[in-house]
């Protein structure tokens, strides 16, 4: 759903006047392209092939703790930056942010065939781009002692995506993809990240090794999950 909009560069000025502008949710598109699904969802909830994310920042409950509001705002801003910059680079929708966690969608409303794919790499330059400035944010903090660091989940599937609540209005997606999605996010240790055995279906080669079952809170059967 890329449109032919200028949404950045001076011929965007004209645009701007008329409010539309990136959407916050993906850069990639504008505020008409968020309307209009708005407005559809509005309606009705859909039933869409999609992957979900789920990134969590480790240590923070016990960080609040400890560090000074100034403190805190800094590490959340670095989590919040760089998981929004590996969303967006890879066509993700970034959905909600959820206190010290992440929530983003693939497939919606950008279409990617290969929306598995694209967000295993995102998860993955969330890690990396964390990893670089750990050290140096933990030091900026004084988080010294405190292990800091990201646990990613992924699943993949059918969900649906729509506008739910009556008196609160929530555009989000909801069912078992992405409560397994969360799941797997709070089996991730940090710097980890756990997919499911659709999401490393649909990715080939790019996850190996043997999964492992994990009782997952909420699943009366074990789930699979592999490192991603």
Known sequence: M????????PL???????????????????????????????????????????ADLRGYTAL????????????????????????????????KTIGDAVFAIFNFPVRQPDHAVQALLAARDIQARFSRRREELARA????????????????????FGEFGQTHRDLTAVGTVVNRAARAQAAAGPGEIMVTQTVKDRTGDMVGGSGREHMLKGFQQPVTLFAG
């Open 141 to 160: 903090i004084g988080a010294g002692g405190h292990e800091l660091g990201i646990g990613i989940g992924v699943d993949s599937g059918e969900t649906n």
């Open 64 to 95: 609040t703790q400890t560090l000074a509001q100034a403190e805190l705002t800094s590490l959340l801003d670095a989590f919040y930056d760089d998981c929004a910059a590996a969303i967006w680079r890879y066509d993700g929708l970034l959905n």
């Open 12 to 54: 965007s000025a004209p645009f701007r006047l008329f409010g539309i502008r990136p959407s916050r949710m993906n850069p990639n598109t504008c505020t008409i392209c968020e309307m209009a699904f708005s407005r559809v969802m509005k309606a009705r909830a859909v039933t869409i092939d999609a992957s979900i994310m789920f």
């Open 2 to 9: 890329h449109l032919p909009v200028p949404l950045r560069g």
